[in-house]
């Protein structure tokens, strides 16, 4: 199984979000990701069997332990990737408590031989896969107002014919 572990969006930065997508649906094609696929990702760890999601499950409990709320402060959009592949992304500054995380997270799969993508991280919620952004303005939009994360889940991808669902495997409280 695939899987990965992020931070939940917290309902009102969720819900901010979701907005800011309606309003760059409106003017750039592509495959936006629905409000309930929508979060920031800590660790992809890839293909997995049983035996990794539990030690993913201690990793995260030793990485969250006395860990507080995340803060999230929208920083603009990004893109990845060009032309009619790009990804389009809601960026998320760098803080203390996100990067130390992000951090704890990954020594923490590391310490017990679980390997994941080693990308240098960059804190993001991805909008839209295969988009291709118009020319010019994209007008007054409106970014998420600072909030707060407090649930990290590891999640399992299940890639289908109309993209992936995301099923939560586990989830500790910040």
């Given at each position: 199984?695939?899987?990965?572990?992020?931070?939940?969006?917290?309902?009102?930065?969720?819900?901010?979000?979701?907005?800011?997508?309606?309003?760059?649906?409106?003017?750039?094609?592509?495959?936006?990701?629905?409000?309930?696929?929508?979060?920031?990702?800590?660790?992809?760890?890839?293909?997995?069997?049983?035996?990794?999601?539990?030690?993913?499950?201690?990793?995260?409990?030793?990485?969250?332990?006395?860990?507080?709320?995340?803060?999230?402060?929208?920083?603009?959009?990004?893109?990845?990737?060009?032309?009619?592949?790009?990804?389009?992304?809601?960026?998320?500054?760098?803080?203390?408590?996100?990067?130390?995380?992000?951090?704890?997270?990954?020594?923490?799969?590391?310490?017990?031989?679980?390997?994941?993508?080693e990308?240098?991280?960059?804190?993001?919620?991805?909008?839209?896969?295969?988009?291709?952004?118009?020319?010019?303005?994209?007008?007054?939009?409106?970014?998420?107002?600072?909030?707060?994360?407090?649930?990290?889940?590891?999640?399992?991808?299940?890639?289908?014919?109309?993209?992936?669902?995301?099923?939560?495997?586990?989830?500790v409280?910040?």
């Amino acid at each position: 199984m695939r899987m990965f572990i992020a931070l939940e969006l917290p309902g009102s930065f969720a819900d901010e979000t979701e907005e800011l997508a309606r309003r760059l649906e409106a003017t750039c094609a592509g495959r936006f990701v629905p409000a309930e696929n929508r979060h920031l990702t800590l660790a992809f760890l890839g293909e997995g069997g049983e035996a990794d999601a539990r030690l993913a499950m201690l990793a995260l409990d030793a990485a969250c332990a006395g860990a507080g709320p995340v803060p999230l402060v929208a920083a603009g959009l990004g893109t990845f990737g060009r032309g009619r592949d790009a990804t389009l992304w809601l960026g998320v500054e760098k803080n203390d408590e996100l990067e130390g995380l992000a951090g704890r997270v990954r020594a923490e799969l590391a310490a017990r031989g679980l390997a994941y993508d080693e990308k240098d991280f960059l804190p993001h919620v991805t909008l839209a896969r295969r988009v291709r952004m118009p020319r010019g303005d994209l007008g007054d939009l409106a970014f998420p107002l600072p909030d707060e994360a407090r649930d990290v889940t590891l999640f399992r991808s299940i890639l289908g014919p109309s993209g992936a669902r995301y099923k939560p495997l586990y989830t500790v409280g910040l």
